[in-house]
């Protein structure tokens, strides 16, 4: 069965070093990953997806993701924290059924703390 | 940009009352969903729709119904609400139905 794991519930990083979320995935054939980023009472914003191509996958507020498939693994990443980029993480990874419509299948969040 | 609008940001219901969830969407997607996100739990899938007055069952639709009577409205109905169906809301839509989605605020729904 599909599936994706965040296997930590909260990272804890201070401003201005690099920071990882950690995202593993299992789909049976080509995985479509996505990931999100929701601030306190707000909804979901799209941040960035692999789709094919380049490993190294750019996309909104300075956030990268590498996609590293012999890991099964799609790490979120940025150089430099900053305080405003505390939030709630999410991976998400295409469903791909044996029949039906593609579905989305969440991880259960990652919350980032970055610490002044 | 597109925009997600849902009708209420908080909502306090009784149990057993009927509730209607209202979500709105301004850039012509084919595809919207309605998510319940609880704390350790993530996302949860309550239904899809891919087209007008088309629905899907996601992975927790008991409890729920849809109706989608226009492109641009997607409606999520409590028939009888219970405690249990306390929860934030979530509202989606997307061009493609698994490329990237836009969410709405949410709606923070009690049940007493």
């Known amino acids: 069965a599909q599936s994706v794991a965040q296997p930590e519930d909260q990272v804890n990083v201070a401003e201005g070093n690099p920071l990882t979320v950690k995202c593993t995935y299992s789909?049976?054939?080509?995985?479509?990953l996505f990931w999100y980023v929701q601030y306190p009472n707000r909804g979901l914003q799209f941040l960035l997806k692999y789709i094919t191509g380049d490993n190294l996958v750019k996309g909104s507020y300075g956030f990268e993701a590498e996609f590293n498939k012999s890991q099964t693994s799609f790490h979120l990443k940025k150089p430099s924290a900053l305080v405003s980029d505390s939030a709630l993480y999410f991976c998400?990874?295409?469903?791909?059924?044996?029949?039906?419509?593609?579905?989305?299948?969440f991880g259960t969040g990652t919350r980032l703390k970055v610490l002044a | 940009d597109v925009k997600v609008t849902q009708s209420s940001r908080y909502l306090v219901k009784r149990t057993g009352e009927k509730v209607f969830l209202e979500c709105v969407q301004d850039m012509d997607h084919e595809n919207m969903f309605w998510y319940r996100q609880d704390p350790g739990l993530g996302l949860r899938l309550i239904y899809f729709s891919y087209d007008v007055k088309m629905k899907e069952k996601g992975d927790i639709p008991e409890g729920y119904s849809v109706s989608r009577e226009k492109k641009e409205r997607f409606s999520l109905i409590l028939e009888s609400a219970s405690t249990n169906q306390t929860s934030m809301y979530l509202c989606?839509?997307?061009?493609?139905?698994?490329?990237?989605?836009?969410f709405g605020p949410g709606t923070r729904l009690t049940v007493t």
């Open positions: 989606a839509s997307s061009l493609v139905p698994y490329y990237e989605q836009y």
């Open positions: 998400a990874v295409r469903d791909i059924p044996t029949s039906g419509t593609y579905k989305y299948i």
């Open positions: 789909v049976s054939g080509n995985p479509y």
